[in-house]
């Protein structure tokens, strides 16, 4: 009988029952399996904003990324390619005022929570990729108008080396078309993984500045290159530095 009264529902309410239950179940699956990401401790905000210890200076940056691409005035909409997104938290904002923007991150548990945040906000023209760049990837990276690249540079370090890993910007910068938003550590942070695998920067946040500025503009030779700011870090009083390289 019961069977029965199933054979009756129409297939189209089958379906968007069965849709919604599949939803719950995965989102369900996504926060058991995630049970130790605190979201309080997120390095950049999420949903309302209201949850990240990065919230002001991610707040901020986002504003000036979202100011220059304004400024471009070439067209109305870009692609954009974030490597390293976290959560995707700028490519969602770009991605609202109708640009196409792709994250890639290395770390699922992030992703997660950028997918629930897509469902959960509809939001169109955005998807995120689960990916480590490598020196054998690269080159399958599709070309983008806008290239955000902050705080990655050191993590390829980390794993390829510094000379690898300036190869591996090379090849992104050959596949951006307009610009490109960089950030990378110097040498005044108290953060010891990463110091072994960047070279010696200067004594002062000056000469660390114009050693990455020279260091860009020889790797890259861009056609400008300028500082948009200075910007703390996530669970310490530390800044690094935003650099706009543009073609």
């Known amino acids: 009988m019961i069977v029965e009264k199933i054979r009756k529902i129409p297939k189209f309410c089958l379906r968007n029952v069965f849709s919604f239950f599949a939803k719950l179940s995965h989102w369900v699956y996504v926060f058991f399996r995630h049970a130790e990401l605190n979201l309080t401790k997120l390095y950049l905000p999420v949903l309302d904003g209201n949850d990240a210890c990065r919230l002001r200076a991610s707040t901020e940056r986002l504003q000036?990324?979202?100011?220059?691409?304004k400024n471009l005035g070439t067209k109305d909409k870009y692609s954009v390619l974030d490597v390293g997104c976290n959560n995707?938290?700028?490519?969602?904002d770009l991605a609202r005022e109708g640009n196409f923007c792709i994250g890639i991150d290395a770390f699922p548990?992030?992703?997660d929570v950028g997918k629930f945040?897509?469902?959960r906000q509809?939001?169109?023209s955005v998807g995120l990729v689960e990916m480590f760049v490598s020196p054998h990837n690269v080159d399958a990276f599709p070309d983008v108008d806008i290239l955000i690249f902050l705080s990655v540079f050191q993590k390829l370090a980390k794993q390829y080396g510094f000379h690898e890993t300036s190869s591996i910007l090379i090849k992104l910068w050959q596949k951006t078309k307009l610009m490109m938003f960089f950030e990378m550590p110097?040498?005044?942070?108290?953060?010891?993984?990463?110091k072994d695998d960047l070279p010696e920067m200067g004594n002062n946040k000056t000469e660390c500045n114009k050693f990455i500025e020279i260091f860009l503009k020889k790797l890259l030779g861009p056609k400008e290159i300028k500082i948009l700011g200075e910007f703390e870090m996530e669970y310490?009083?530390?800044k690094r530095t935003l650099f706009l390289l543009k073609k």
């Open 64 to 69: 000036i990324i979202k100011r220059e691409i």
């Open 88 to 92: 995707g938290y700028f490519v969602f």
């Open 109 to 111: 548990v992030f992703l």
């Open 117 to 119: 945040i897509i469902e």
């Open 122 to 124: 509809k939001i169109k």
């Open 186 to 194: 110097d040498s005044l942070e108290t953060v010891e993984i990463f």
């Open 236 to 238: 310490r009083q530390e």
